[in-house]
């Protein structure tokens, strides 16, 4: 039998002391929200270290990791390759302000893997990357209307803070104070896999409509897999009315495959934004796609775009090295064995226990909804049983699962999380699921 650690709440005091001081001079504690563990309510567990599949708290205790940074850490933590990489570019320095060769070997390898991208600019987040592609995705078309999809997430730029209540633009609401109301008035958002209501909007919006952006896989409210026919339709839809069709990659690209979600469903999209994994633990983001709209960008260009650490040499020292592990032969067919082995493992748990549950996956992702239904867009997801979630969070920090602290984010599998860290993971289920009442 696997051994299930307990820790005692008692053992978290370091992190506790850490938290009260941050609170003070940084808003919530925490530089990004996710991270106060809010929607669990619980408080925020300060890391030390990490290893493998393994994170490690200021307190000593040990925890599988199954948010691999949001995405970044497909290899796991101090993966060997991206750890050499990056000494043997330290040495040299840190910023330099100029070119540097790391940028052409990571902007070669990005347009070889991804062939839709035929040139790439790098930027220092997904965030950036996003902001940016649509900036240019506008420039491009002449036109200022962006339709995006309920509960996709594209950084936090303020067009894409919105959510769309019905009747399309009529009654574009942001989901945060801040964002000019006239700016959000240029954001449609749609609900998911939902392909006739972007029909209409085409044909309600007629040549007002620059871009289509979308998450090919919906990441960021659970996991949500598009519809057989929904990405196709995309494509033509877009291509059919001159709007630009952009993937946001920034999580799928080389997770669900080396190719990204566009490999995986045979896609081709004209701009496509990426981050997280391409930066291999490092602050990166790039954006890219055909040539003929790339080459819109200043200096070749009058779209303006730029940024003093565009580029880094250590982060594109990382990427690099981490990009080049995930070439190696099986490496997606072994991540999608361990994400099934998993997601198995779970369905049969929740069986056992009778939980009105159930696991959707993909390479390397997996999220468990406490909803009894499919999940095909995020109004579904609004139904989940949250507070069964959080009292399950709950119960598997004390057994050492660092499981996403929310029931709307997908969880991340690592090519280190091996047999020994799965059993783990379904012994601890099996007790938490125990406590669970449905
Ligand atoms: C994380 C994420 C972003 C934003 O990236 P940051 O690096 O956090 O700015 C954009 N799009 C998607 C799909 C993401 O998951």
Known sequence: MTQVVTIDTADTAKSEKLFERAQKVIPGGVNSPVRALKAVGANPIFMQRGDGAWLYDVDGNAYVDYIGSWGPMILGHRNPRVLESLEETLINGTSFGTPSPGEVELAELITTLMPSIEMVRLVNSGTEATMSATRLARAYTKRDLIIKFD????????????????GLATNSIASSPGVPEELIKLTLSL??????????????????????????????????????????GLRDLTSKHGALLIFDEVITGFRVALGGAQAKYKIKADLTCLGKIIGGGLPVGAYGGKKEIMELVAPVGQVYQAGTLSGNPLATAAGLA??????????????????????????????????SAHIVYTTGMLCLFFHKGEITDFEATQKCDTE?????????????????????????????????????TLAAFEESFNHLKD
Do not use: M
């Open 151 to 166: 509960g996709c997430y594209h950084g936090h730029f303020d067009s894409f803070l919105v959510k769309a209540g019905s």
């Open 191 to 232: 609900p998911y896999n939902d392909l006739a209501s972007v029909e209409k909007a085409f044909k309600e919006h007629k040549d007002k409509i620059a871009a289509v952006i979308v998450e090919p896989i919906a990441a960021n409210c659970g996991l949500i897999l598009p519809d057989e026919k929904f990405l196709s």
């Open 322 to 355: 981490q990009l080049r592990s995930l070439i190696a032969p099986n490496a997606y067919e072994i991540l999608e064995q361990k994400t099934k082995r998993l997601s198995d493992g779970l369905t049969e748990l929740i069986k056992k226990a009778k939980l």
């Open 388 to 424: 069964k979630f959080a009292n399950l969070w709950k119960a598997l920090i004390k057994k050492g699962i660092y499981w996403p602290p929310s029931q709307f984010e997908t969880a991340f599998i690592s090519l280190e999380h091996g047999k020994a860290e799965i059993e783990q």
